[in-house]
């Protein structure tokens, strides 16, 4: 009996068990910490006395006077105030003591879920989750989404729009998985040509080719314990698609010039704005890959799809990049508030971001307090019309009437704490650009 004891002190959850008529003669370790009282306080006590709330959420069997002839197995979650008076959520699953087919009492194991419980509150009642912001419906079940599969290792295909937040998407799935403390490795499937994609994601040896001058990992290897991001992946060649096949079935590399396989421990996390079940009919993408790679697929929805996320987008871009451009954060007009409400946003949120960036310049234009409609680029204002800004990706609103000025710019580069790329960006032009009328001031 002594080491029975000693068993059940040891296990991670909370134990208890009474008699018929509530008098507690089992009461474990667990239990004295989760609830704050001692075996000696406990034990022989009524339990209703003991606990004024009760670990049965008043679904109590064992009244006064009261045969208990048969008992179904419970759970259920039930509150529950520990001695220093903490409010705690308690997950209980309740179990009858039988002695042979008689009735003698029941066991109670019970854990703690407090904190689980008032997570999933954070993400009822979010405006945002991590870097994420949003707090539609559908991004409600975006977050749950990415905190369930962050848990668990398995490949996920990340779907969506240009600009709706793959990548953060995928940063995120990261931040929240057990290999949090790896790296994060990400490629651009799309960006690269197949001669360079097979280097940059195999890697090489020595001489493995002319200019292969010493030995370079690539990223998979690279990505080792952590996370590797294939992003656009609906861009990648057939002939790369076989050898990306090969390696995420068996997990094993071969570096270009040599043949010696190498094991790598990643989770696989993919995106790409294409539908790749259309491509699969049209023969471009494998569908063998495909179901490797989305064994969990997640949509991101488009913004014109939840714009009850835009007021809170713009405010928290407005604060971000007013305080980059070291200026009082301006209020949004009803009335321009109105527009981007309007607009169908084909660039997501990486037009919002570049339309804020845009408005909170011209603003200055007249005091910088307030973004109304007239600081807006013209194109929100026209119906049906996609502007290029609308989609590109660069973080610069391709402000075509900036010309040569410097003044602004040393205004601009003043602003922005002497941070060119930041200035660059104020003033609406690549950093190319910047640089480029910085020497002409220089030499002027
Ligand atoms: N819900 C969001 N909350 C805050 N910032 C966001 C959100 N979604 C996207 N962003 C920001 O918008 C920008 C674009 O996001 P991201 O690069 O992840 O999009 P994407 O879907 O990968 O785009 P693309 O298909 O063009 O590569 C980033 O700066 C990102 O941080
Ligand atoms: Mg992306």
């Known amino acids: 009996m002594w080491e029975l004891e000693k068993v059940l ?28 009282y001692t075996k000696q306080e406990v034990i022989g006590n009524d339990c209703h006395k ?13 009244k006064k006077n009261t045969t208990i002839l048969s008992f179904k197995d419970l759970e259920y979650n039930v509150k529950f105030i520990d001695k220093q008076g903490n409010l705690k959520f308690l997950e209980t699953r309740v179990v009858p003591i039988y002695n042979d087919k008689e009735i003698i009492g029941i066991c109670a194991v019970f854990q703690d879920i407090t904190y689980e419980i008032n997570t999933e509150r954070e993400v009822e009642g979010a405006t945002k989750f991590h870097d ?21 290792s398995v490949p996920v295909l990340i779907l969506g729009e240009s600009g709706t937040g793959k990548e953060l998407v995928a940063q995120t ?16 499937c799309g960006a690269l040509p197949d001669s360079l994609i097979e280097s940059e994601l195999f890697g090489y040896v020595k001489g493995a080719f002319t200019g292969a001058t010493k030995t370079k990992k690539g990223r998979f290897e690279l990505a080792h314990g952590g996370t590797l991001f294939l992003d656009e992946i609906g861009d990648v060649s057939p002939a790369m698609q076989v050898k990306l096949l090969r390696a995420i079935q068996t997990y094993t590399i071969e570096r270009l010039g040599d043949d010696k396989r190498i094991r790598v421990d990643i989770r696989i996390v993919s995106a790409t ?23 969990i697929p997640i949509k991101i929805p488009p913004l014109r799809q939840r714009i009850e996320d835009i007021p809170l987008l713009i405010d928290h871009f407005v604060e971000e990049f007013s305080s980059e451009f070291n200026m009082p954060k301006p209020q949004v007009s009803p009335s321009a508030m109105e527009l981007l409400k309007r607009h169908n946003w084909p660039g997501n949120i990486r037009e919002l971001q570049n339309v804020i960036q845009y408005a909170l310049v011209e603003s200055l234009e007249s005091n910088g307090h307030r973004i109304e409609p007239s600081h807006l680029p013209n194109y929100l204002l026209e119906k049906n019309v996609v502007h290029e800004i609308a989609l590109s990706k660069s973080n610069n609103t391709k402000r075509v009437r900036k010309q040569f000025d410097p003044k602004e710019i040393e205004m601009a580069i003043k602003r922005c704490g002497g941070n060119k790329v930041k200035a660059a960006r104020f003033l609406g032009v690549s950093r190319a650009t910047l640089y480029r009328w910085l020497s002409k001031i220089n030499t002027e």
């Not at 799935?173 to 651009?188: C, D, E, M, T, Y």
Request: proline content about 4%; some cysteine.
């Open 9 to 36: 002190d040891s296990l991670p959850v909370a134990v208890i068990a009474h008699d018929l008529n509530r008098k507690i003669f089992f009461f474990n370790r667990e239990a004295e910490n989760l609830t704050g």
């Open 50 to 62: 003991v606990f004024p709330g009760g670990f049965c959420g008043k679904k109590c069997s064992f």
């Open 132 to 152: 994420i912001i949003g707090s539609s419906e559908k991004m409600l079940r975006l977050y749950a989404q990415i905190r369930n599969v962050s848990k668990i």
């Open 173 to 188: 799935i990261h931040k929240l998985s057990p290999r949090k403390n790896g790296p994060f490795v990400a490629v651009n």
């Open 273 to 295: 704005n294409k539908d790749l079940k259309e491509e699969i009919k049209q023969g471009n993408f494998r569908e063998d890959l495909f179901y490797r790679i989305s064994v």
